[in-house]
Protein backbone atom coordinates (compact mmCIF):
# COMPACT_ATOMS: atom_id res chain seq x y z
CA UNK A 1 0.00 0.00 0.00
CA UNK A 2 1.43 2.92 -1.21
CA UNK A 3 1.26 5.87 1.42
CA UNK A 4 2.79 9.81 1.37
CA UNK A 5 2.75 11.60 4.44
CA UNK A 6 2.99 15.32 4.39
CA UNK A 7 4.44 17.55 7.59
CA UNK A 8 6.24 20.90 8.29
CA UNK A 9 3.22 23.08 7.52
CA UNK A 10 2.08 25.73 9.84
CA UNK A 11 1.67 29.54 10.31
CA UNK A 12 4.47 32.04 9.59
CA UNK A 13 4.61 35.56 8.76
CA UNK A 14 5.14 36.90 5.40
CA UNK A 15 8.63 36.56 3.89
CA UNK A 16 9.38 33.55 6.69
CA UNK A 17 10.49 30.46 5.43
CA UNK A 18 8.86 26.82 6.20
CA UNK A 19 10.09 23.15 4.93
CA UNK A 20 7.80 20.61 4.48
CA UNK A 21 8.31 16.95 4.02
CA UNK A 22 6.52 14.09 2.14
CA UNK A 23 7.85 10.40 3.56
CA UNK A 24 6.64 7.66 0.94
CA UNK A 25 6.00 4.15 1.51
CA UNK A 26 5.00 0.92 -0.30
CA UNK A 27 6.91 2.29 -3.86
CA UNK A 28 10.46 2.15 -5.11
CA UNK A 29 10.96 6.08 -4.73
CA UNK A 30 13.93 6.37 -6.80
CA UNK A 31 11.56 5.54 -10.09
CA UNK A 32 9.17 8.04 -9.38
CA UNK A 33 8.88 11.59 -10.34
CA UNK A 34 7.27 13.49 -6.96
CA UNK A 35 5.42 16.38 -7.04
CA UNK A 36 3.99 19.17 -4.88
CA UNK A 37 0.78 20.67 -5.30
CA UNK A 38 -0.84 24.12 -3.84
CA UNK A 39 -4.60 24.63 -2.99
CA UNK A 40 -5.51 28.27 -2.12
CA UNK A 41 -9.08 28.44 -0.30
CA UNK A 42 -11.65 28.62 -2.69
CA UNK A 43 -9.64 27.56 -5.30
CA UNK A 44 -8.52 24.50 -7.72
CA UNK A 45 -5.23 22.44 -6.85
CA UNK A 46 -2.41 23.89 -8.89
CA UNK A 47 1.18 22.68 -9.48
CA UNK A 48 4.08 24.07 -7.41
CA UNK A 49 6.95 21.77 -8.25
CA UNK A 50 8.15 18.23 -9.77
CA UNK A 51 11.68 16.32 -9.08
CA UNK A 52 12.38 14.01 -11.50
CA UNK A 53 13.52 9.84 -9.59
CA UNK A 54 17.22 10.84 -9.56
CA UNK A 55 16.78 14.04 -8.74
CA UNK A 56 19.21 15.87 -11.60
CA UNK A 57 15.71 17.62 -13.37
CA UNK A 58 13.25 19.95 -11.77
CA UNK A 59 10.38 22.93 -12.47
CA UNK A 60 8.66 25.15 -10.94
CA UNK A 61 5.61 27.28 -11.31
CA UNK A 62 6.46 30.68 -12.29
CA UNK A 63 5.54 32.43 -9.04
CA UNK A 64 7.85 30.52 -6.54
CA UNK A 65 10.97 30.24 -9.37
CA UNK A 66 13.83 31.93 -6.85
CA UNK A 67 12.16 31.21 -3.41
CA UNK A 68 11.29 27.47 -3.16
CA UNK A 69 13.22 24.28 -3.92
CA UNK A 70 12.68 21.14 -3.96
CA UNK A 71 14.96 17.94 -3.29
CA UNK A 72 14.67 14.48 -2.22
CA UNK A 73 16.87 11.84 0.49
CA UNK A 74 16.94 8.28 -1.33
CA UNK A 75 18.23 7.14 1.51
CA UNK A 76 15.20 8.43 3.46
CA UNK A 77 12.51 7.73 0.89
CA UNK A 78 11.75 11.70 1.80
CA UNK A 79 10.89 14.49 -0.40
CA UNK A 80 10.98 18.71 0.71
CA UNK A 81 9.96 21.68 -0.09
CA UNK A 82 12.28 24.42 1.35
CA UNK A 83 10.37 27.85 1.21
CA UNK A 84 11.56 31.50 2.14
CA UNK A 85 10.34 34.61 1.39
CA UNK A 86 6.53 33.48 1.83
CA UNK A 87 3.51 35.89 0.89
CA UNK A 88 -0.26 35.76 1.31
CA UNK A 89 -0.07 34.06 -1.70
CA UNK A 90 1.59 31.31 -1.15
CA UNK A 91 -1.48 30.55 1.83
CA UNK A 92 -2.89 26.76 0.80
CA UNK A 93 -2.79 23.09 1.69
CA UNK A 94 0.29 21.69 0.19
CA UNK A 95 0.21 18.10 -1.14
CA UNK A 96 2.33 15.92 -2.24
CA UNK A 97 2.71 13.87 -5.43
CA UNK A 98 3.88 10.85 -7.35
CA UNK A 99 3.77 9.54 -10.86
CA UNK A 100 5.90 8.48 -13.67
CA UNK A 101 6.06 11.01 -15.85
CA UNK A 102 7.72 14.43 -15.45
CA UNK A 103 4.98 16.97 -15.56
CA UNK A 104 2.96 19.68 -13.58
CA UNK A 105 -0.66 18.04 -14.80
CA UNK A 106 -2.15 16.23 -11.59
CA UNK A 107 -3.89 14.09 -13.44
CA UNK A 108 -1.02 12.39 -14.24
CA UNK A 109 0.32 11.67 -10.49
CA UNK A 110 -0.80 8.32 -9.40
CA UNK A 111 -0.28 9.07 -5.20
CA UNK A 112 -1.89 11.66 -3.39
CA UNK A 113 -1.17 12.77 0.56
CA UNK A 114 -3.62 14.12 2.59
CA UNK A 115 -2.41 17.75 2.61
CA UNK A 116 0.04 19.94 5.36
CA UNK A 117 -1.73 23.51 5.47
CA UNK A 118 0.51 26.55 5.11
CA UNK A 119 -1.17 29.68 6.46
CA UNK A 120 1.36 32.61 5.76
CA UNK A 121 -0.10 36.30 7.48
CA UNK A 122 0.82 39.68 6.27
Known amino acids: QVQLVESGGGLVQAGGSLRLSCVASGLTFSSYVMGWFRQAPGKERKFVAF????????AYVDSVKGRFTISRDKAKNTMYLQMNSLNAEDTGVYYC???????????????WGQGTQVTVSS
Open 51 to 58: ISGSGSST
Open 97 to 111: AAGLSLTGSEGLYDY
